[in-house]
């Protein structure tokens, strides 16, 4: 037997708030039929426009249709525009969702940044962004006001008020006109009296475009300035200690005073004059004014410049002693001394640097005649060359390649091509690759005969040992360096296009790769010398979830795991020194590591000082919430040993201030920086009830085209400060009603 649908007529009238609201939905398990809806004009001579839609919505996809009934319709005062006279079908089915929006364009419409709720009276105490401009007894509509509540039974929504409904200003606080107060009687909430808290919008995530978060990146860098260093800005040579690991056999041979070869068991150098003792196992023979020559490379050092990490053969193909007779002097018993030439320490403040992050290259510009070695040769990987995967040792095939032990070479991209058994030798392989840890790396020798030269690279893992065959070497491929350098710490000055140039930073940090370490000289002129310093790549992240805190202004988006990003550090203060004037703000942090370019942020009222103006009599925490540095990062622009400058904004108190106390970590170092792409995340926000969706940042938002750093980080998630919204809902005068008939046809 047939069962007869029930029908339902149903009546709608609620006013029509500021920005979009939606006004019905279809019940599941009916389908609807809207025969009738107005909107009437209730203002005082005001022309308001609204706009009717009809959404459907694909419910397997989630994709909607704005299906426009009417759109932008002007109503004149005491008048209504008819908006559906006749019938609408509505459904909600497995496949389809409609729902009803109206959206009214208005003046007067103002930002609510807080609500102070009474459940017991029933008074709201709303505050707005600018003045109201409201009189008594107006008629005013609210929208997208959020609360939190200390008891959530019975509560549907923590959005206000839901549905739509209408208010009347009951007391305006301070002056009409300029008063951005007023207070409304909603209601109270019964006998249960629950206390609600105003936040500002909560936002809901929807979605992020692909490769929404970057770090790195080819960004301009732009040179400022090189400070100079306890080491200099850019240091040559330099008189660092040499420890003696080996010679060769025969490595000197007598050319006057005797004859024949002789082998030393120990080396001692002197760089600032120039002279190394040789001592044997027996006394040679030789006198004062006897020469002897030293065979190339054939006395292997160590050295300080890089913390004694590589071996080096000496004397090499250029040295002031490789090919040279050189007189014996200080000849007393199994020792002699003859001089090879000083290490003379030179530094220079480079007058121009350029940084091409896609290469890694740095091309300093110094005075020319500098004391330095300054050919790059080439050589190329020849038949006989070969590579082990299991220890990643590769032997590189070059018929008098002249190169010793601490040369360092750098292998072009895919200059060298293999087989490999793990296909059956079938396909050729190119190495090093864009992801091989090698790639555009200096890597020194560490061992050689006359045509071959040994580096050691990255070893496969177990799952990929497979034999290697050498195919063949691009003619060239192989770098060979020249000598090293080294750059002071935080001695180079560089702005930087991922925050479109607005602050300094440092270089070498300490997390960059050649932080206190030499650095091969590539390419040379006159008045410049190229060193490969690391590429800034570009790496993309796709956030899963993102959760923005209107209060806090912090992002925190949640990505992959292992994500390798920097986060803040947090450190304490052991005094304090503020100038009103300027806005100068000095903390000391013994020991920091802090450099120019830094970001800090100070914890609210952690820093405690006394001033002259009330003659100490009274403590004043700092910052407070309304001061203009709350809660943003700072630059910092002046350090020493223990000191780091900002500047926090000049006071009208000019008094002298007085640090007193600061609470335990109460500065947060900003951690490695990162850029959201334009427009690259979809929220929907409590101020128009969710009901439409906005992306960010936007072109108006504080960090739109510019690099945010990161504040805290767990396993899967890192967390940014973005800026905070105060607002939290809107408010108006009430001037259009919405009106309709609709009736519901059940289905079930």
């Not at 008020?161 to 305006?172: A, G, H, L």
């Not at 060359?385 to 390649?401: E, K, M, P």
């Not at 938002?701 to 967390?719: C, E, F, L």
Request: glycine share 10%; aromatic share 8%; proline share 5%.
């Amino acid at each position: 037997m047939a069962v007869a649908p029930v029908n339902k007529f149903l009546s709608i009238a609620v006013p029509v708030t500021p920005g979009e609201q939606k006004l019905y939905e279809v019940p599941t398990g009916t389908s609807a039929i809207l025969l009738y809806a107005q909107v009437a004009n209730v203002g005082v001579n005001t022309y308001p426009t609204v706009s009717f839609i009809h959404r459907r919505e694909a419910r397997s996809t989630g994709i909607t249709r704005d299906i426009r009934v009417i759109k932008d319709i002007e109503i004149p005062p005491n008048d209504a525009a008819v908006l559906v006279d006749g019938r609408l079908v509505l459904e909600k089915t497995a496949t389809t969702l409609d729902r009803l929006y109206i959206q009214g364009t208005q003046l007067g419409i103002g930002t609510i940044t807080d609500v102070e709720y009474s459940p017991y009276s029933g008074i709201a105490t709303v505050t707005t962004m600018n003045p109201h401009g409201f009189s008594v007894n107006d008629q005013v509509a609210m929208v997208g006001i959020a609360f939190t509540c200390s008891s959530n039974a019975g509560i549907t929504t923590t959005i206000f008020p839901d549905p739509p409904q209408s208010s009347v200003v009951d007391t305006i606080v301070d002056v009409v006109g300029t008063s951005r107060t007023f207070t409304s009687v909603i209601g109270g909430t019964g006998a249960q009296f629950v206390d609600h808290f105003y936040n500002a919008s909560p936002h809901n995530f929807v979605k992020a475009v692909n490769n929404s978060t970057i770090t790195g990146g080819d960004y301009t860098h732009t040179y400022k300035s090189g400070l100079s260093t306890s080491v200099g800005a850019v240091v040559m040579g330099g008189d660092y200690v040499h420890k003696f690991v080996s010679a060769a056999p025969n490595a000197l041979t007598i050319q006057s005073g005797g004859s024949g070869t002789l082998t030393p068991v120990y080396a001692d150098y002197t760089p600032s004059n120039g002279n190394i003792v040789f001592k044997f196992a027996n006394n040679p023979g030789l006198a004062n004014g006897s020469t002897v020559s030293i065979a190339t490379t054939s006395i292997v050092f160590q050295c300080a410049m890089n913390n004694f990490a590589t071996d080096h053969s000496y004397p090499r193909i250029g040295d002031p002693a490789q090919g040279q007779n050189l007189t014996i002097s200080g000849a007393a018993g199994t020792a002699f001394t003859v001089n090879v030439g000083a290490s003379a320490t030179t530094a220079h403040t480079p007058s121009a640097a350029a940084y091409t992050p896609s290469t890694g290259e740095l091309v300093l510009t110094i005075p020319a005649g500098y004391p330095i070695n300054n050919t790059q040769t080439t050589k190329t990987a020849q038949s006989g060359t070969t590579y082990d995967a299991q220890t990643g040792i590769l032997t590189v095939t070059s018929a008098n390649h002249g190169l010793a032990l601490g040369r360092k070479v750098r292998f072009d991209d895919e200059s060298l091509t293999f087989t490999c058994t793990k296909d059956g030798g079938v396909g050729q392989h190119k190495y090093p690759r864009s992801t091989d840890p090698e790639r555009n790396k200096w890597v020194p020798i560490t061992a050689y005969t006359n045509n071959t030269f040994t580096v050691g690279i990255t070893s496969a893992s177990a799952s990929g040992n497979y034999p290697h065959t050498f195919v063949s070497g691009t003619s060239g491929g192989v770098k060979v360096a020249a000598d090293s350098i080294r750059i002071g710490d935080n001695s180079l000055i560089f702005t930087c296009g991922l925050d479109n140039n607005a602050t300094s930073h440092s270089y070498p940090r300490a997390t960059d790769p050649y932080y206190r370490n030499v650095i091969s000289i590539g390419a040379t002129t006159d008045t410049t010398i190229s060193a490969f310093v690391g590429r800034s790549p570009t790496k993309y992240f796709n956030p899963s979830d993102a959760f923005y805190d209107p209060t806090s202004g912090d992002l925190k988006l949640t990505i992959e795991a292992g994500y390798n990003l920097r986060g803040q550090t947090l450190h304490s203060i052991t005094g304090a020194s503020y100038t009103p004037l300027t806005g100068q703000l000095d903390l000391t942090i013994n020991g920091h590591d802090f450099v120019v370019g830094d970001k800090i942020r100070i914890q609210d009222r952690s820093i405690v000082f006394t001033c002259d103006k009330d003659l100490r009599r009274t403590t004043h925490p700092y910052p407070r919430p309304s001061d203009p540095f709350s809660g943003k990062w700072l630059v910092v622009t002046v350090i020493n040993e223990n000191t780091i400058r900002v500047n926090v904004g000049a006071s009208s108190d000019t008094s002298t201030h007085y640090y007193q106390s600061s609470l335990a970590n109460c500065i947060s170092k900003q951690g490695q920086s990162i850029r959201l792409a334009n427009d690259g995340f979809t929220f929907t926000c409590a101020m128009d009830g969710n009901s439409t969706n906005h992306a960010y940042p936007r072109s108006t938002d504080p960090y739109y085209n510019t690099s945010v750093g990161i504040g805290t980080t767990t396993t899967n998630s890192i967390t940014v400060h973005v800026g905070k919204s105060p607002s939290g809902g809107l408010v108006g005068p009430l001037q259009m009603e919405f009106i309709a008939s609709i009736l519901e046809n059940s289905t079930g």
